[in-house]
């Protein structure tokens, strides 16, 4: 699904070029679940930003479905937005004078989903996150976790084929972080999602299937985690 | 999506009351001063458009140099009355030509008198000839266009005349006995058409018009002129440049026949490629043409200039509150850039917004026009209206057109710089490359204390030449003196002043409100010199209060006053050099005689006209009463201040001599205070205006501060941590500020002393240009924006420094 290329990333200033990312090349198949590991300024926020297309690399090649996607025009690039990449943010930046509901509804609308299927669609995510009673409130009058279930139900909306997310669970207390990270595994191998997320956390690493080790903008190790484990039912 | 929008719009403004209320306010109220410019702009436009049929009437124009006010030619809106026949006889084109009265500033009252009842005083009742309903298209409620004027002694009413004077327009052969100056007999007119009023304004308005017959013809002696209104309407499709050119040859060959009977040569009065001149200009730009004088537009340049700076300061706010709130926005942008949001749909988004926020502002704007029109209307002497507008329509889309543009203006960079913003920064938390825009801020800034500070200024200064006007020595005591608008008669005169308490009665051709110059060209010592001739009765002088310089003034103990001495001012004397008194100078009379006249004192200078004419060099001379000094002023002094209940006697006597005419008069303090009240009204609107400027100024720089406190929240913090003082953090706000400001006061006082200097040379009597109100100005300006910065910045330095530093 992910084909990336000798992917190198860097900043020059007064004529010296300062690496953010070097000789990155990976694949990441479809239904994998993968967490990108690393100290700070490591450069894996980069990586993860060059996958959801908000970067560009200074060389190399990405493939996504395919397609040469290394530079790619606003239309393209929202295209792909639109139907295929969810973002899951650290912040969760939901839209503050919009409520539950209406976030949610947002990427419908940018879809161009018709009203009554993007109505079921809510009600369905609403339900699956048990978060029902919340639909009219605003993201300030929620606890975090339920702010960040907010997120991947809006993530989720307009079903897309993988998610990425920059540490999902960073401003969260541990119990709402696992209760979240089960949620990813869930998605991941009940309905199939690709799931990236970057974490510094190895515990949360353990919930995916793929471990990619960055220090100092190369990827110094990726190995299968150990023990796939179930963490109990959602 | 265009719903969700509008909500998330109307979510924002809800959050942001306060700023919204700057912003739509301030709007409004720009909007506002917009709008009445625009309205008054319509209603000047509107002249003569009531009718389709106007498109082919015209009014004559003749270049001569009857009647101007510097005895020189000009094109005149009155015209040889023969060129009325010209047009008739020679000119294929012309469908109808009609004659009608000018006005005549000073005296244009009718009275009317109805059957037995008390005569009632008219204005605008003309004169015109059989042929003024065939040019202009009335629509006639009663009787017809073609036959209304069809005989003489015949008078057309307007609708609301008719229902003033009789309460219907069912009026159709009664007879109003019209006396046209107070020695008329009065004719008796038969009512034999009422007229609706036009929708829009007339150039040519009338109350009625009569046919007397006096219209009808031409002074048969080719030296005697009858000047009036004329008007031509033409076939459809005529081409003026055309018809003009063979209308000039035609007025040659009139003015050569007209001058042979002169015996004059035609060639002695054009040579050197002067040329006689007459043309046609269509209707509707009458108004907008008036000879000799600056047209509305033109008056009215430095008002639209105002209030399109009003608006644009009002707009300067607008744009600066919404990049300043931008911060607050960005992560929204980010966000929606991620869930698939093109960056066209957001810029939609943010216009929608400023849109939302201006159509409140325009119908906060009508509410406020409807509030305010009222004064406004008083103030301008026009009658104005919103809802009751023949334009309605015009209006609307004007409007509209407002509202998109302002719309635009407001919106059009805060969108760009929102939907511009970089996904990946702000959703990281990082807004330093958010702040965008900070040096346009500071520009729009400088801009609106420039137009602010040039404001204030311009009152500081505007306030001293006007109370230096108001306060000068007029040269004449223009206390307990009445002008009645009348004829000197000996009858009359010699009644009042019988009467005790009043001083003295008299007539001069030269009075504040009512001056009628005569230039004349006198020979002193080989020179000759340029002079306005003023008549005077005796006690003339006396009886204004001028002030002798040297010599004496007229006198009943010297016989020969009444021939031939006269009385110079102090501008004429200055011309004739020192030493003049007891001197003689001679002047060549129309037969070719020299006449010598003796100089026997010089009188200051005193004021007839406004402040903005010098005083001619004047002669003044008594003649045997009457000839030349009928213009209409009888002058009356009182001695005292209380003479209510001397008018009172006067107008009995009045109306024993005069019964058919009302008495009119005008007290010289009024006349006074009607030269000043152009110069008044104009100063009570830049005051009304800088208040306004000034004040959203400031709003938008309260505003501002409070956003720059916000955002240097973190700043601030750590240097309370470092051990900054409150009074530093409010210094260290408010030095931005102050920065901008003083540049502002730099860049206005060269604007500020150009345009006053302008403003200021348009008196021939004024102040010299002074220095304070600039440093004033530059103190007010300061200190009202480092009270409002300040109030924002103690908040942000008061506020612990934990708050801001424990989150990122």
């Known amino acids: 699904m992910i084909e990336l290329k000798n992917i190198e990333k860097y900043y020059s200033s007064k004529g010296i070029k300062h690496y953010v990312l070097r000789h990155v090349t990976t694949t990441i198949?479809?239904?994998?679940?993968?967490?990108?590991?690393?100290?700070?300024?490591?450069?894996?926020?980069?990586?993860?930003?060059?996958?959801?297309?908000?970067?560009?690399?200074?060389?190399?090649?990405?493939?996504?479905?395919?397609?040469?996607?290394?530079?790619?025009?606003?239309?393209?690039?929202?295209?792909?937005?639109?139907?295929?990449?969810?973002?899951?943010?650290?912040?969760?930046?939901?839209?503050?004078?919009?409520?539950?509901?209406?976030?949610?509804?947002?990427?419908?609308?940018?879809?161009?989903v018709g009203s009554s299927e993007r109505a079921s669609r809510i009600a369905n995510l609403l339900d699956k996150f048990n978060i029902v009673a919340k639909k009219d409130l605003f993201p300030n009058q929620l606890s975090g976790g339920q702010q960040q279930l907010v997120g991947i139900a809006r993530a989720l909306a307009t079903q897309p084929s993988i998610i990425l997310a920059d540490e999902p669970t960073g401003n969260l207390q541990s119990a709402q972080a696992e209760e979240i990270m089960q949620l990813f595994q869930k998605l991941n191998k009940e309905e199939g999602i690709t799931i990236i997320q970057v974490t510094h956390s190895e515990k949360n690493a353990t919930y995916g299937n793929r471990i990619l080790n960055i220090q100092d903008g190369v990827i110094k190790e990726d190995s299968p985690t150990q023990a796939p484990q179930m963490g109990g039912v959602v | 999506m265009f719903k969700l929008n509008l909500k998330i719009a109307w979510r924002n403004l809800w959050k942001n009351k306060v700023y919204a209320a700057i912003n739509i306010g301030g709007l409004a109220l720009g909007l506002t001063a917009f709008v009445l410019m625009l309205l008054y702009i319509n209603h000047e436009e509107s002249y003569d458009t009531w009718s389709p049929d106007l498109k082919n009437v015209y009014q004559i124009r003749e270049k001569h140099d009857f009647f101007t006010p510097d005895n020189k030619e000009h094109w005149n809106e009155i015209s040889n009355s023969r060129i009325a026949n010209l047009i008739r006889t020679k000119l294929p084109q012309a469908f109808a030509v009609t004659k009608v009265d000018n006005d005549w500033d000073f005296s244009s009252v009718y009275s009317l008198k109805i059957d037995n009842a008390n005569p009632v005083v008219i204005n605008k009742i003309k004169d015109s000839d059989s042929s003024f309903f065939h040019v202009f298209p009335y629509h006639f409620l009663q009787g017809s266009a073609d036959k209304a004027l069809e005989n003489k002694n015949t008078i057309v009413l307007k609708e609301s005349l008719?229902?003033?004077?009789?309460?219907?327009?069912?009026?159709?052969?009664?007879?109003?006995?019209?006396?046209?100056?107070?020695?008329?007999?009065?004719?008796?007119?038969?009512?034999?058409?009422?007229?609706?009023?036009?929708?829009?304004?007339?150039?040519?308005?009338?109350?009625?018009?009569?046919?007397?017959?006096?219209?009808?013809?031409?002074?048969?002696?080719?030296?005697?002129?009858?000047?009036?209104?004329?008007?031509?309407?033409?076939?459809?499709?005529?081409?003026?440049?055309?018809?003009?050119?063979?209308?000039?040859?035609?007025?040659?060959?009139?003015?050569?026949?007209?001058?042979?009977?002169?015996k004059q040569r035609y060639n002695d009065l054009y040579k050197d490629g002067k040329l006689p001149g007459l043309k046609l200009i269509p209707i509707e730009t009458v108004h907008s043409t008036p000879p000799y004088k600056m047209n509305w537009f033109e008056k009215l340049k430095p008002v639209i200039a105002i209030s399109a700076f009003l608006l644009l300061i009002s707009v300067i706010n607008f744009i600066n509150l919404a990049t300043a709130q931008s911060v607050q926005r960005a992560k929204e942008v980010g966000v929606k850039k991620v869930l698939g949001c093109y960056k066209r749909q957001l810029t939609w988004q943010f216009l929608i917004e400023s849109a939302l926020q201006s159509i409140i502002s325009l119908f906060l704007c009508i509410i406020l026009i409807e509030v305010v029109l009222p004064a406004f209307n008083s103030q301008f002497n026009v009658d104005l209206s919103f809802w009751h507008n023949a334009q309605l329509l015009t209006m609307i889309a004007q409007l509209a057109g407002l509202f998109v543009l302002v719309t635009l203006l407001a919106g059009l960079y805060p969108a760009w710089v929102l939907s511009n913003y970089n996904p990946v920064s702000v959703l990281k938390g990082n807004y330093e490359n958010v702040l965008r825009g900070i040096a346009l801020r500071n520009v729009l800034v400088v801009f609106q204390f420039v137009i602010s500070v040039t404001f204030i200024i311009s009152i500081g200064i505007m306030q001293m030449q006007s109370r230096f006007m108001s306060n000068k020595d007029l040269g004449f005591e223009r206390g307990n003196l009445i002008n009645i608008k009348s004829n000197y008669e000996d009858n009359f005169a010699e009644r009042l002043k019988k009467i005790p308490g009043i001083e003295y009665v008299a007539t001069t051709t030269q009075v504040m409100g009512n001056t009628f110059n005569v230039p004349e060209e006198v020979k002193y010592k080989g020179n000759s010199i340029n002079l306005n001739t003023v008549t005077v009765t005796m006690d003339a002088l006396p009886a204004l209060g001028v002030k002798v310089i040297q010599g004496r003034i007229f006198s009943k103990e010297f016989k020969q006053d009444t021939v031939n001495t006269v009385v110079l001012n102090e501008a004429a004397a200055n011309l004739f050099g020192k030493n003049i008194i007891g001197q003689t100078y001679g002047k060549v009379d129309w037969e070719g005689k020299t006449n010598i006249f003796q100089i026997v004192g010089i009188i200051k200078n005193y004021h007839n006209e406004g402040f903005d004419k010098s005083v001619l060099p004047t002669v003044y001379k008594v003649t045997s009463l009457g000839g030349t000094s009928n213009t209409n002023n009888l002058l009356v002094r009182f001695n005292t201040s209380q003479y209510k209940d001397l008018i009172n006697k006067i107008e009995k006597q009045w109306k024993v001599l005069y019964p058919n005419f009302p008495m009119e008069y005008?007290?010289?303090?009024?006349?006074?205070?009607?030269?000043?009240?152009?110069?008044?009204?104009?100063?009570?609107?830049?005051?009304?205006?800088?208040?306004?400027?000034?004040?959203?100024?400031?709003?938008?720089?309260?505003?501002?501060?409070?956003?720059?406190?916000?955002?240097?929240?973190?700043?601030?913090?750590?240097?309370?941590?470092?051990?900054?003082?409150?009074?530093?953090?409010?210094?260290?706000?408010?030095?931005?500020?102050?920065?901008?400001?003083?540049?502002?006061?730099?860049?206005?006082?060269?604007?500020?002393?150009?345009?006053?200097?302008?403003?200021?040379?348009?008196?021939?009597?004024?102040?010299?240009m002074p220095v304070f109100p600039f440093f004033i100005a530059t103190l007010i300006s300061i200190i009202i924006a480092v009270l409002t910065v300040s109030i924002q910045a103690r908040k942000a330095a008061v506020t612990n420094p934990v708050n801001a530093l424990k989150y990122e």
């Not at chain 1, 479809?30 to 700070?40: A, N, T």
């Not at chain 1, 973002?87 to 930046?93: L, P, R, S, T």
């Not at chain 1, 919009?98 to 947002?106: P, R």
């Not at chain 2, 530093?728 to 150009?754: D, E, H, R, T």
């Open chain 1, 29 to 112: 198949k479809q239904g994998e679940f993968v967490s990108i590991m690393g100290p700070s300024g490591s450069g894996k926020s980069t990586l993860l930003n060059i996958l959801g297309m908000l970067e560009e690399p200074t060389y190399g090649t990405f493939e996504f479905l395919g397609e040469d996607v290394t530079s790619l025009n606003e239309r393209k690039r929202i295209e792909l937005y639109r139907n295929h990449i969810g973002f899951v943010f650290q912040a969760y930046h939901l839209i503050d004078e919009m409520t539950v509901y209406e976030n949610i509804e947002a990427p419908l609308l940018y879809k161009k």
């Open chain 2, 162 to 262: 008719a229902i003033k004077l009789f309460g219907t327009t069912k009026v159709l052969g009664k007879t109003v006995n019209v006396v046209r100056w107070r020695s008329d007999k009065g004719s008796p007119l038969t009512i034999t058409g009422i007229v609706a009023d036009p929708k829009t304004p007339q150039s040519l308005s009338f109350n009625a018009i009569t046919r007397t017959g006096d219209k009808d013809k031409d002074p048969e002696n080719p030296t005697n002129n009858n000047y009036c209104f004329l008007y031509a309407k033409l076939n459809k499709l005529s081409d003026t440049l055309v018809i003009n050119q063979t209308l000039q040859k035609l007025y040659i060959d009139l003015k050569k026949n007209l001058l042979g009977g002169q």
């Open chain 2, 666 to 768: 005008t007290s010289l303090d009024d006349v006074f205070s009607k030269s000043l009240e152009d110069n008044d009204r104009f100063m009570n609107m830049i005051i009304l205006f800088s208040i306004v400027s000034v004040s959203l100024s400031l709003l938008g720089l309260f505003a501002l501060s409070t956003f720059v406190a916000k955002r240097r929240t973190k700043e601030i913090a750590v240097r309370k941590v470092l051990g900054a003082s409150n009074i530093q953090i409010v210094n260290l706000l408010n030095k931005s500020f102050l920065i901008l400001v003083i540049v502002a006061n730099l860049i206005s006082w060269p604007i500020a002393y150009i345009i006053i200097k302008k403003w200021l040379d348009g008196f021939a009597y004024r102040i010299d």
